[in-house]
């Protein structure tokens, strides 16, 4: 069974420009993820789709961060305009319910680096 | 709130050593889970174990062992004799019912196992 794929897996920028992150989940998996990680810290719940309707964006950044997931399958994060704070491992993650206690699996992460 | 609390940030031991890492979390919910992954250099958060707030019994898995007091809020974790491969960054992390599913993850801490 093929994992959560991400890409890209490493993107430099300088700020105010704008970046979009892709994730694919795993086959069949309802809900899906984006967990931001900044250097040192543990991940923290950007945005959580089940299906293709949002379930939880109460810490996404929505001046500038926006995020889809079209038919409920692949989904895309953006960042415009970025910040030098932005500079993190963007995570992607999918279960295959929302069913509290489901082990989520986690992607390979895009390394995000604004200067 | 919800919070995961890892007091150690780093800790180095030579192989075969054991060694505790420590999580105290912290929810004002009776039904939750709290979960152990990895992360190794490679990025990806590998999921290492599962426990609901209605399960206390100990588990063991091989070299690992979990140790879950809810009279203390700790979900402590154990690795017996220890191998340079067990060098990694671990997370622990807090899912409540009745938020959505998402992880609240510590600060994660760093173990490096020497030769």
């Known amino acids: 069974e093929a994992g959560v794929a991400q890409s890209p897996r490493y993107k430099i920028i300088e700020k105010r420009q704008s970046v979009a992150f892709w994730c694919n989940p795993i086959s069949g998996h309802a809900t899906l993820y984006w967990y931001q990680q900044i250097l040192g810290q543990g991940p923290k719940l950007l945005i959580q789709f089940q299906n293709n309707g949002v379930v939880d964006d109460s810490q996404l950044p929505k001046d500038r961060f926006s995020a889809e997931r079209l038919k409920g399958v692949d989904s895309t994060l953006k960042i415009q305009p970025a910040k030098l704070e932005d500079s993190a491992v963007y995570l992607c993650?999918?279960?295959?319910?929302?069913?509290?206690?489901?082990?989520?699996?986690f992607g390979p992460g895009t390394r995000l680096t604004v200067l | 709130a919800q919070k995961v609390t890892q007091a150690q940030t780093e800790i180095s031991v030579v192989e075969k050593e054991d060694v505790t890492l420590d999580c105290v979390y912290e929810t004002r919910d009776t039904t939750y889970y709290l979960f152990w992954y990895k992360q190794p250099p490679s990025g990806e958060l590998v999921f290492l174990i599962r426990?609901?707030?209605?399960?206390?019994q100990n588990e063991i898995s091989g070299r690992y062992s979990w140790n879950f007091q809810k009279s203390t809020s700790s979900f402590n974790f154990t690795i017996t004799a220890s191998q340079v491969v067990d060098s990694a960054v671990y997370f622990c992390a807090l899912s409540e019912a009745r938020g959505s599913e998402k992880l609240v993850f510590g600060k994660g801490m760093k173990l490096t196992v020497n030769p």
């Open positions: 426990r609901n707030s209605f399960d206390e």
């Open positions: 993650a999918s279960s295959s319910s929302g069913t509290l206690g489901n082990e989520q699996f």
